[in-house]
């Protein structure tokens, strides 16, 4: 899929969680300069994919394409309460068939959550844009990718072969900013 550009996004805690015990976002991992990033990314997006429970919430959600993951059903299916979504089942069917079902063949894929989402992509981040909350911890919270805790969200990105580029101060009272990894490209012999 050489058309298609796969970016990452999440904001996680000091401890590497993407939402709290309850596995909801908590208001203390929302920043206003993330929001703006997140929001300002995904209405350049071509295409958004999730699952179920990880939608962005946003003004512009309504116009965006977008690929939910359910095992609710067999394969792939328009979904039936928005017209600009397809749902899918990743054991029935390939992204490839699903991309095919959305009608996007080139541009930019965003990819949102949740851990499994995330995990599923993992070898084919062009970029994944890490942003950080350093002084927000959330105990026995849900892990921002499989393998966290016990890797490190960085380790885990650099140990799929991505390279971490200049962070960006998204907010400078908490010191919140974000990262992004981009693939190393192989250099010529
Ligand atoms: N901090 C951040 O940046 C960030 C990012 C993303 C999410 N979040 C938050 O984290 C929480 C994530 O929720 P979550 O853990 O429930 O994850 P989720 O991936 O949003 O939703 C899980 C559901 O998605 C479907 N799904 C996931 N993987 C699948 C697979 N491989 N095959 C088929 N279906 C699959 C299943 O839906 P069915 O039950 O329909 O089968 C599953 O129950 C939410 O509170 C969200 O707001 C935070």
Redesign the pocket.
Known sequence: MPALRIQG????SADGM??NAD???PDA?KFEGDKQFFTAALDRADLIV?????YEDQPNSPRRRRIV????IGSIAPDPENPKAVRW???GATFEAALDFAGVNSGTVAI??????FG?FMDRYDTFWLSQAPRVRLPDG?P?FPGVPQHSPQEILAAQGLRAGDRKILDAADDVSVTPWRRAIASRP
Do not use: K, Q, W
Not at 9 to 12: A, L, T
Not at 69 to 72: S, V
């Open positions: 996004y999440v904001i996680v993407l939402a596995r909801v976002m991992l999730h699952g179920r429970n990880s993951l359910t095992r609710t089942n990743p054991t949102i959550g949740g851990p499994d989402v599923m849900e921002c």
